[in-house]
């Protein structure tokens, strides 16, 4: 049996930016991104829930299964690497990873509940939570309430491209869901991150627009209203920047680059990145690891992962 979810059929939601099309009719209507790339019936909103345990255990669910998917794109490095994800009936608290646990054993049973204080008040206390993450993660969540989620791993190619501190070019459309203010670098290192000063500092590097950030010497963190958000760009800008690196080992040779102009790259960034599109766009991996693991992730609470139906 699905979670018990209220619907609303093709939803817009805050951040769903609409653009106009014309019908048969020569009538302009207003769709949103997601309605524009569903040819014939839309592909459903982000689900709303009929109670917090149920929209709980979707969360941890799919927080589970976002790291299942990381695991799968080699994103691991030790006991590096965490996700947090804001409860959605105490705001002021975030489930996270345990340290020391492989991405691709986690269940969503797993998962530590922490507050801003650094205490842990929920979920799996056989473990501790990660130290610095918790310092990263919390001062992120406190300046950026449009926040739920947020990730940070040590991937092969986004620790590669932080040695440059420099943003990632446009140059292709994938790339261009982290168009402008949409993409950050923190361009400080001063080693793990064990003060509360620098998870500020690095908080307020993201800005209020931010979706992704290259960490100078460190790495990539990306945020989102959602889990499947959060963890679609991740995975996006580690390949981006494996993109970026191979381009631009072959511009070194003498084979100039063509960049997206800034007019096409705000197209794709508004046509692409609104939080119904992202969320989505995770969800053909989460439904993969749901099959390769046959649910062994889930909450017990929540009988189906992915969108009824589909």
């Not at 049973?109 to 206390?125: C, I, R, T, W």
């Amino acid at each position: 049996m699905a979670p018990s979810a209220l619907q609303v059929e093709q939803p817009v939601t805050p951040q769903t930016k609409q653009i106009a099309t014309r019908s048969k009719d020569d009538v302009v209507t207003e769709l949103t991104p997601l309605q524009a790339i569903s040819q014939g019936v839309c592909l459903p909103g982000i689900p709303l829930f009929s109670s917090y345990d149920k929209h709980r255990a979707w969360i941890l669910s799919h927080m589970a299964g976002a790291f299942r998917v990381f695991a799968r794109n080699n994103l691991t490095e030790g006991m590096s690497g965490h996700i947090s994800v804001r409860d959605p009936e105490h705001p002021h608290t975030f489930w996270t990873n345990p340290l020391g646990k492989h991405f691709g054993l986690l269940k969503a049973s797993d998962m530590v509940l922490v507050d801003y204080s650094g205490a842990v008040v929920g979920g799996n206390q056989s473990r501790p939570a990660n130290a610095a993450g918790f310092l990263i993660h919390s001062a992120i969540h406190k300046a950026r309430p449009d926040v739920n989620a947020a990730c940070h791993c040590h991937g092969i190619a986004g620790k590669a491209w932080s040695a440059f501190a420099k943003p990632l070019e446009m140059i292709n459309q994938d790339v261009c869901y982290l168009y402008g203010e949409a993409q950050a670098v923190y361009e400080d290192f001063g080693g793990v991150v064990f003060t509360e000063e620098e998870g500020v500092r690095l908080a307020a590097a993201l800005g209020p627009k931010g979706k992704g950030m290259v960490l100078r010497n460190h790495g990539l963190l990306t945020v989102g209203g959602t889990v499947d958000e959060a963890a679609f760009l991740y995975v996006l800008m580690e390949r981006s920047c494996d993109v970026q690196l191979r381009a631009d080992a072959a511009a070194a040779n003498g084979i100039p680059k063509v960049l997206v102009d800034d007019e096409a790259a705000a197209y794709t960034f508004k046509m692409a990145s609104d939080a119904e599109s992202l969320y989505w766009e995770f969800q053909p991996d989460l439904e993969y690891e749901y099959e390769m693991s046959n649910g062994a992730f889930k909450h017990p609470d929540c009988d189906e992962v992915v969108w009824p139906g589909y």
